[in-house]
C-alpha cells in the first residue's frame, strides 16, 4: 500500500513537471478548490 501511495506521488509530481505550463491542469485544479469553497460555505 505505501508503495503504491509512493508511486502516485510520483505520478503526480511528473504530471505537475509536465503541465505547469499547461492550462487544462491548472483550471481543473481551481474549478475543484471552487466547487469545495461552495460547499463547505
Not at 501511495?5 to 475543484?32: C, F, L, P, R
Request: proline share 0%; charged share 40%; hydrophobic share 20%.
Amino acid at each position: 500500500m505505501i508503495l503504491k501511495y509512493i508511486k502516485e506521488v510520483i505520478n503526480m509530481a511528473k504530471k505537475g513537471g509536465e503541465k505547469k505550463s499547461g492550462s487544462k491542469d491548472t483550471k481543473d485544479k481551481t474549478q475543484k478548490k471552487n466547487q469545495k469553497g461552495n460547499t463547505v460555505g
